[in-house]
């Protein structure tokens, strides 16, 4: 391309480069003045041979929710012993995986463990791939940097949990992590603020409002209730009622305002039960939203009606 100074047929020197096609095309004409194709993707094709196989032109993509990051050999499973016959083949396939277990380091064989963790957590959380792999990113880290040190490997992995789900807005709460993987509550906040530190992650506040599609579920609200809800944590942001407050609290106590106004009635029960808070906390929020917001007479018209 940098050979070509102009357009043979119209004179042009303005030029456009497709990638895909491996096409330089004359952007005044549209003539292709060199064409050469060039794959700059990964290599998924199969290739059949003589014995009737394939095989894989490229291999899976690295992955850091697995220890060797996808990129490793691992020698055969427990289950494939029934396909051995022979006891010498036997005795070898064993003694093969028993060599490979004890030339592995001490950092694979933490990884091996906790992420078989990571992936039981994230599964009872329905988290999605991309929180599972930021969460092993930040766990690798931190056992690289030797930060898991004098911790519970529960706690670490619980920990970078909360905080891929954080950076990916992905809303679960200290007591939904501490359900799913046996460590309380407290020790997964202190385990999680102290790798976001040392690992530098960046981790911005929680927006209330990622809670109302999940709590307007589960308390069966309708669509113009989340959105009045939504409605009111924006004008609760304005008046500075949302800083400082947790972030659960404040949604749960927006949807209850909000069904009320639509004559969906909930108790404070229901919706505490549901947003993991007390009925103190949202009988506190109400309130406030109430004064500040001035919301006394929208409910009482829902009363009339």
Not at 229 to 253: F, M, N
Request: with cysteine; net charge positive; charged share 35%.
């Amino acid at each position: 391309m940098e050979e070509i100074k102009k357009c043979p047929e119209c004179g042009s020197a303005k030029f456009y480069y497709n990638k895909d096609k491996g096409e330089v095309t004359c952007r005044g004409c549209g003539l292709v003045l060199e064409a050469q194709m060039v794959d700059f993707g990964q290599e998924w094709r199969n290739f059949e041979d003589d014995s009737g196989g394939s095989s894989r032109g490229g291999g899976a993509p690295m992955t850091y929710t697995k220890h060797d990051q996808g990129l490793g050999t691992e020698l055969g499973k427990l289950g494939d012993i029934y396909g051995i016959s022979d006891k010498r083949d036997r005795d070898k396939f064993f003694r093969l995986r028993k060599w490979q277990h004890r030339i592995s380091t001490a950092i694979e064989r933490n990884l091996k463990l906790a992420l078989s963790e990571l992936k039981r957590v994230g599964s009872f959380l329905k988290l999605p791939k991309s929180v599972e792999e930021e969460a092993a990113r930040i766990y690798t880290l931190a056992v690289q940097r030797g930060l898991v040190r004098g911790r519970s490997m529960e706690s670490v992995v619980a920990g970078a949990l909360y905080a891929a789900c954080r950076r990916h807005d992905v809303p679960r709460t200290l007591d939904e992590l501490s359900e799913a993987s046996g460590i309380e509550r407290k020790e997964i906040g202190r385990t999680y603020r102290f790798i976001t530190r040392e690992l530098q992650v960046k981790i911005l506040p929680s927006d209330p409002s990622d809670y109302i599609p999940r709590f307007a579920s589960a308390l069966e609200l309708s669509p113009k209730t989340q959105s009045r809800a939504v409605e009111i944590l924006e004008q609760a942001h304005k008046v500075g009622l949302t800083s400082g407050r947790g972030p659960t609290g404040i949604a749960a106590a927006a949807l209850y305002v909000s069904a009320l106004i639509h004559g969906e009635k909930r108790t404070q029960r229901e919706v505490a039960d549901v947003a993991r808070v007390t009925e103190v906390t949202i009988r506190n929020r109400y309130k406030e939203l109430l004064d500040e917001l001035k919301l006394d007479k929208e409910i009482e018209k829902s009363k009339k009606k």
